[in-house]
């Protein structure tokens, strides 16, 4: 009897070891914790890391930019036109460098229309990007949840906090500066947490005036959201009076990795031969502007399963 019940015993303690070791595999590992979980604070840390990553990774490619700005008169006629298509890269110090493929002559540059802040603006505010290190210059607010064509995205309001002091307003004002920041919205995806759109205009405006846009970005090799496209159609009110309608179209287009060798010796830009694979920059094919919808945005690229 003694020896039955030894058995009995033992047979008990190795099903309850057994079916300890069983609930223990089947258990799931702790995951990581959902976006839907994350406070606006922790999804502002979040997108703004991914928005200083992307900045960096972005000036590794070099990449075509078509820009189009027009000046409307009655009936929807254009009445003045500045057009340019332009190659963007970037040295080793991670300095953007631009060559002009096509600009004919502009008279909106000549008379004085469209100034050297609006090609700023065109260069480094449309195509906006909300760094880690710029976040301490805006008040960020989220405002909810929205649907931008098949993404789930974060919706946050995005404002310089310039614009609430009037002290630093003036010193901007007196030494000449405006459309240093950008104010408007962004809608970041609820997944990869990157920007994939934003909407707003450049500010401050003293004697000038911006117009409102907005500025879609597509997957770019299955991992990053860069720029493709902005648009904007406003009229524009000054102080002195008059009124100035504004339309313009932005494309940036072939983006293609590209680790620069450009080096300066004693000021002169030094470009050696590209590696094999490589785009030598200064070589991409010269496209003719093409009859399009000005108001079609692009079709968004699905986003990737696979994460990096």
């Known amino acids: 009897m003694k020896k039955i019940a030894l058995a009995l015993l033992i047979v008990t303690a190795l099903t309850a070891s057994l079916w300890t070791a069983s609930a223990q595999q089947q258990t799931p590992a702790p995951t990581q914790k959902s976006t839907q979980q994350l406070s606006p604070e922790e999804l502002i840390k979040r997108f703004t890391a991914k928005e200083s990553e992307l900045n960096e990774i972005w000036k590794e490619y070099q990449y075509i930019q078509e820009s189009k700005i027009q000046t409307i008169g009655q009936a929807n006629t254009v009445t003045g036109e500045f057009y340019q298509v332009s190659e963007f890269v970037f040295n080793d110090a991670g300095k953007r460098l631009q060559r002009i493929i096509k600009a004919p002559l502009s008279e909106l540059e ?38 931008v064509d098949d993404l789930n995205t974060y919706v946050f309001d995005v404002n310089p906090k310039v614009m609430s002091n009037e002290r630093e307003l003036k010193k901007l004002k007196d030494q000449k500066i405006e459309g240093k920041f950008f104010q408007g919205r962004i809608w970041v995806d609820d997944e990869d947490l990157q920007v994939v759109k934003s909407a707003g205009k450049v500010v401050p405006e003293f004697k000038q005036r911006f117009p409102k846009f907005e500025t879609y970005r597509e997957n770019i090799d299955g991992r990053y959201w860069f720029p493709t496209y902005t648009y904007g159609d406003d009229k524009l009110y000054f102080d002195k009076g008059g009124m100035l309608h504004v339309r313009m179209v932005i494309k940036y287009k072939n983006y293609r990795r590209f680790q620069s060798d450009i080096k300066f010796i004693d000021g002169a830009e030094v470009v050696d031969d590209p590696k094999p694979g490589e785009v030598k920059p200064g070589e991409a094919k010269k496209e003719e502007p093409k009859k399009e919808d000005p108001k079609a945005k692009p079709t968004p690229t699905p986003r990737p399963r696979p994460r990096p």
């Open 110 to 147: 000549r008379s004085g229309v469209l100034t050297q802040e609006d090609k700023n603006a065109l260069t480094n505010l449309q195509p906006f990007a909300l760094t880690t290190q710029e976040l301490s210059l805006y008040n960020v607010s989220y405002v909810g949840k929205e649907k």
